[in-house]
């Protein structure tokens, strides 16, 4: 087992417009890359149980191009609306470091 | 024409870049340099107020810089999203400092405004017709919402601005548009593929974030018929497969879908190749063209009026209590406010705690607090300036003096570290508008006006 947060180059987040939070996690080894993808930890699923909303308002992309997932999900409150804790959206990655994927890591 | 070069400056005009970098940019013969200069994302108050999130000293001096180096070199100089919003306000105040520098530095050039801001009349006929569509699931567009907007502003398509370039311009400030379309116009213009040329836009939109370390900063684009090269001036920088990956993502509710004006731009089989340890090649992108022409409107209106204060406890008693602690002062906030004629429906209050649940709130998986002081931002939106100080000015005291169970701290349970306490914040904007309008053109929204500086 390995956590998002040891086995990722990048993990992050960001708005996608004022409405939608999108929360990306990239691989610079495309075969770990592969690995993770073929565990199929990393779904609408998951994202939707961290962040508490509908699977179905889940936007779920891998981009093998890129060797990165996508998630793209409705933000609590619109950005800059009253309540909003996170204007530009770009916190709202840390739930998805603590992730588990079993894959077995090779030491490098 | 087989290859077309562009340069952009900055993530943000007025977010800084190198001059050693634009040195270099300019020594690699762009056809057209540029800087986009807004973003929705610091929120809807500065469409709302008309003011920029960037200031005036720092985007001077971006602009100066480069209006020198597009003048020297006879080539254009592009801005989009004039002023951080695009909006009228933001596109004048731009102009005048275009003006006030080439005043400055004698320097002459013919210059185009392109107008974004949105007049209601108009929006309400198109709502009549039938031609605008809600995103996000928001509610479809009404009169009622387009007479509330504060602002409104609709996002340009690269047309009118290659139309501007069409007519002579050399300077072009644009209102609101779409990021990459900036530099889609030139490059189309010039005879390039839409495909390669919108995904130069993409690349170029934020200056130097496909490249690492990340810092704003100049990068570099090369269009060629079938793909693109993307490489920083600046040699302390690097772009890097990881680092193009990384900023392909960026922003976009999809990594393989890029909805604009005309079209879509599919990435979803785009190959990135390293072709030296600094610069890469992008190659496989496609361009679709939409069965519709689209524009996105974006519009913000007036939610209330916003005071705050910031203050922190280092008091162990009151951490382990703090949800009882604040449930109790928000009652003693009510019962107050509504003694001095303020009922509940006139005001929203937020205490916002940090060391708590103060960055994702409801999301927020963690509910153990470990901190050994927690921060906390009382915030009051009020229907008016003087309800939101009002109710502001007894969530503070009650915040100070409230009493609760074990407490020893008997002078005063938070620390202020500033006097005054209370911020007053002005006007609170909500995005109302963020939906699309089909026009009759992709020019017919956005008025273009010439003049020679």
């Known amino acids: ?108 | 024409m087989n290859e077309y070069r562009m340069l952009s400056t900055s993530g943000i005009l007025g977010y800084g870049y190198a001059e050693e970098s634009l040195r270099i940019g300019m020594s690699w013969n762009p056809h057209v340099i540029g800087c986009d200069g807004g973003s929705t994302d610091p929120g809807p108050y500065y469409l709302g107020s008309g003011k920029s999130f960037t200031s005036r000293l720092s985007v001077k001096r971006d602009l100066r810089l480069m209006l020198q180096a597009a003048v020297a070199a006879k080539i254009p100089c592009i801005i989009g999203t004039s002023g951080g919003s695009g909006g009228e306000p933001h596109l004048q105040d731009t102009a005048a400092l275009v003006r006030e520098i080439a005043r400055e530095d004698g320097l002459s050039f013919p210059m185009a405004l392109i107008h974004s801001e949105q007049d209601k009349a108009s929006l309400i006929a198109r709502v009549e017709r039938g031609a605008t569509r809600p995103l996000a699931k928001l509610p479809p567009l009404d009169r009622a919402t387009i007479e509330r907007a504060e602002r409104i502003v609709g996002m340009m398509g690269p047309e009118p601005i290659a139309r501007a370039l069409d007519q002579g311009a050399q300077v072009i400030l644009a209102g609101r548009s779409s990021d990459p379309a900036q530099w889609a116009a030139p490059a189309m213009r010039a005879g390039m593929p839409a495909a390669p040329s919108w995904y130069a836009g993409k690349m170029l939109e934020c200056g130097a974030e496909p490249s690492v370390p990340k810092e704003p900063d100049n990068i570099f684009v090369w269009v060629r018929d079938d793909h693109i090269v993307c490489e920083p001036p600046n040699p302390i920088r690097r772009s890097t497969p990881l680092a193009v990956a990384n900023f392909a993502l960026h922003e976009n509710s999809s990594p393989i879908h890029h909805t604009e004006p005309g079209g879509l731009l599919d990435t979803s089989e785009c190959r990135f190749e390293a072709i030296s340890d600094r610069s890469v090649k992008i190659s496989g992108m496609t361009w679709l063209d939409a069965a519709e022409y689209t524009i996105k409107l974006e519009g913000v209106e007036r939610a209330g009026y916003r005071t705050i204060t910031i203050c922190g406890t280092r008091d162990p008693v009151l951490i382990g209590q703090i949800d009882d602690y604040l449930s109790v002062h928000r009652e003693k906030v009510a019962a107050k406010a509504a003694s001095f004629g303020v009922p509940p429906s006139d005001y929203t209050m937020v205490v916002r705690t940090y060391g708590k649940d103060g960055v994702m709130a409801g999301w927020e998986p963690e509910r153990t607090i470990r901190a050994h002081e927690l921060g906390f931002i009382i915030e009051v939106v009020g229907k008016t300036q003087d309800i939101a100080n009002a109710v502001l000015a007894m969530a503070r005291t009650s915040m100070l003096h409230a009493d609760f169970p074990g407490r020893l701290c008997r002078e005063g349970n938070m620390a202020f570290p500033f006097s005054p306490s209370d911020i007053e914040m002005g006007p609170l904007f909500r995005f109302s508008i963020f939906h699309v309008v089909t026009p009759n053109d992709p020019f017919e929204m956005f008025p273009i006006e010439h003049e020679a500086v």
């Not at chain 1, 992050?12 to 075969?31: C, Q, R, W, Y």
């Not at chain 1, 609408?44 to 699977?55: D, K, Q, S």
């Not at chain 1, 992309?61 to 060797?67: G, K, L, Q, R, S």
Request: net charge negative; proline share 6%; hydrophobic share 45%.
């Open chain 1, 1 to 108: 087992m390995a956590r998002i947060r040891d086995i990722a180059q990048v993990c992050k987040s960001k708005n996608a417009g004022p409405f939608m939070v999108t929360i990306d996690v990239l691989f610079e080894d495309h075969d770990l890359y592969r690995q993770v993808k073929a565990t199929g930890v990393l779904n609408a699923g998951l994202f939707a149980r961290l962040y508490g909303v509908n699977e179905a308002d889940v936007l779920f992309t891998p981009y093998d191009t890129a060797a990165a997932f996508k998630a793209t999900l409705p933000r609590l409150v619109p950005a800059g609306d009253i309540g909003d804790t996170d204007v530009y959206g770009a916190q709202q990655h840390a739930p998805l470091l603590d992730v588990e994927v079993p894959v077995n890591l090779q030491p490098r």
